[in-house]
């Protein structure tokens, strides 16, 4: 009987996070995101 | 450990209130799962890593402007916008096919030789030669308006000016024309396809 080769599975699940610099980024982003109100207006700013 | 006494909606609540750290928390405990799921579906480090970051950035503008209503489901909503990111990726991908570099790489599924090789060319001549007789073998009227709407690109308007017909003439003509050719080139089986 012929011989099944699947596709190679994906890497161990417990191998599968972001990178720190990933998850850096995001914290900083959200320090840097403010939303200022203006009447019913909603602004974004980023601030560096 | 304390973190974990905490829940999902309570750090929500507190990130809501300007707690930096709570958002620290939130992503912490479910980065392993959100990208896994993001990685399961791209099979890719670095597009996986592209769609947890828009993924949060996404959760972090929405919970921000206020727009997050919370119902005790902070992670369903966070694998929400996963998928929906990754849709939009495939979409994208759809639109602009790349090609993969990961595996064994062939420059011919990027190149490809538009031009025809000799034996196509002598087909390409066989069949253009082929319908040349065959339109030949039509009846005036229905070759004139076929040579000028196919070999010269007249539109009906032109051709019916041109024949002193009118365009529902002109139209019925070339009708009958496509009708007749069909008709020889099914009896005598020829063959136009390269």
Known sequence: MAKLYPEKSPQKQNDLNPKEE????????????????CK????????? | MRHELITDAALVGNYLKGDENALSVLIYRHKQKIYSFIYSKVCDRDITEDIFQDTFIKVIK??????YNEEGKFLPWVMRIAHNLIIDHFRRNSRMPKFDNSGEFSIFSVLSDSALDAEKTIIKEQIECDLRRL?????????????????????????????GVSINTALGRMRYALINLRKVIDQKNIILTN
Do not use: H, W
Not at chain 2, 62 to 67: D, R, S
Not at chain 2, 142 to 155: E, F, I, T
């Open chain 1, 22 to 37: 990933t998850v850096n980024f995001l914290l900083n982003y959200s320090k840097a995101l403010k939303v200022i109100e």
């Open chain 2, 62 to 67: 929405t919970l921000k402007l206020g727009k």
């Open chain 2, 135 to 163: 339109i030949n073998e039509l009846p005036e009227d229905q070759k004139d308006v076929l040579v000028m709407r196919m070999y010269q690109d007249m539109s009906f308007k032109e051709i019916s000016d041109k024949t």
């Open chain 1, 40 to 48: 019913k207006l909603k602004f974004e700013t980023l601030l560096n």
